[in-house]
Structures are given as structure tokens and as C-alpha cells.
Nanobody, 122 residues
């Protein structure tokens, strides 16, 4: 299973960016899919994630992005998208897509994408 992330770049403060992550491979199901970010010298932190559930998906956001970022998932296409609005310089980081699921042999996988740089200028 592989993840391909796209959509990073340079944007001015107050601007918007959209990150898209697509999963491919022998996937049976994806239970959790989301975006995380990391800056030099710091641990990777959650940005937003979508978890599948019996009554539908549930989302979790980092407090720092609530109200500005929106995460959506397309189960049919195995993609997750985060729309990032009202960006601030503190959002500057390498953003990683991550997924936790089962492959077609019913083995669990946890995979990360290659990371995409988001730079917000002041």
C-alpha cells in the first residue's frame, strides 16, 4: 500500500491550499486516514484525521486548525483531502498523509506518504 500526497506550496498568510492524498495498492479497507505535520526539531503532530465508524465517519482536528481546515474523505477513491484556509505562518511545516487499514490478505498496514512542504509567508 502506498500513499501519494500532493498540493503543497508557498502561500501568503490568509491564503488557502488544498492537500490531497491518494492510497493505492491491495487495500481492503482504510480505518483511519489523515494529515499530520512536522517542523524541524519537533515531533510529528496531528492536523486532522477521518475515522470510519459503524454510523459513519468521524473527524478529529488539532485545536490550532479548528475552524480553518476541513478534512474530507472519498472512500470509493481511497483519498483524503484537507482544505486549508486562513493560513498563518505557524502552519508552515512538512505535511504527511497517513493511513491505517487492512490489505486484501487481512493484514493491518500503517503507511505514510512522502510529505509535502507547506510554506506560509507573513
Amino acid at each position: 500500500v502506498q500513499l501519494q500526497a500532493s498540493g503543497g506550496g508557498l502561500v501568503q498568510a490568509g491564503g488557502s491550499l488544498t492537500l490531497v492524498c491518494a492510497a493505492s495498492g491491495t487495500i481492503s479497507s482504510i480505518n483511519v486516514m489523515g494529515w499530520y505535520r512536522q517542523t524541524p526539531g519537533k515531533e510529528r503532530e496531528l492536523v486532522a484525521r477521518v475515522t470510519s465508524g459503524p454510523v459513519g465517519p468521524s473527524t478529529v482536528y488539532a485545536d490550532s486548525v479548528k475552524g480553518r481546515f476541513t478534512i474530507t474523505r472519498d472512500r470509493a477513491k481511497n483519498t483524503v483531502t484537507v482544505q486549508m484556509n486562513s493560513l498563518v505562518p505557524e502552519d508552515t511545516a512538512v505535511y504527511y498523509c497517513g493511513a491505517d487499514g487492512l490489505d486484501q490478505k487481512n493484514a493491518r498496514f500503517i503507511v505514510w506518504g512522502q510529505g509535502t512542504l507547506v510554506t506560509v509567508s507573513s
